[in-house]
């Protein structure tokens, strides 16, 4: 899968999206980034914390997909951004943050549908 192509055609789909970016099991950034105009909400070191902890939290979920099946996704809310995990196969991690009033079922069915049509 061309993964900068994917995380482009996510923040395409909606200007809510604030962030989209493909990262390895070691939290490298394998592509995408900030939408053009934004700037992030943390410094450079407190973003590479937060992707080391969802690594780490996909990491963990691995173990509990014998009992429960494979996760999808995971989310959290903050006052000010909702954050989104999806877990991509060969061993990468899809992050996104939106705005705080991003209709959460529309983001997750987005990209579920785009990770799907870049599939075939």
């Known amino acids: 899968m061309d993964y900068e192509r994917f995380c482009s055609q996510i923040l395409e789909t909606d200007p809510k999206i604030r962030f989209a970016s493909v990262y390895d099991e ?3 950034r394998l592509a995408g980034g900030m ?6 909400l943390l ?10 902890l969802s690594v780490l ?10 009992m429960l099946g494979k ?9 000010t951004i909702k954050r ?3 877990y991509l196969g060969n ?6 943050s939106t705005e705080k009033e991003a209709d ?5 069915d987005e990209i579920i549908e785009l990770y799907n049509k870049n599939q075939n």
């Open 26 to 28: 070691w939290a490298v």
């Open 35 to 40: 939408r053009e105009g934004l700037e992030s």
């Open 43 to 52: 410094s450079e070191h407190m973003e590479n914390e937060l992707v080391n």
């Open 57 to 66: 939290d996909w990491k963990s979920r691995k173990d509990t997909a014998k």
């Open 71 to 79: 996760t999808k996704y995971s989310m959290a809310e903050y006052d």
């Open 84 to 86: 989104f995990s999806f």
């Open 91 to 96: 061993d990468n991690l899809l992050l996104i």
């Open 104 to 108: 959460t079922d529309v983001v997750v």
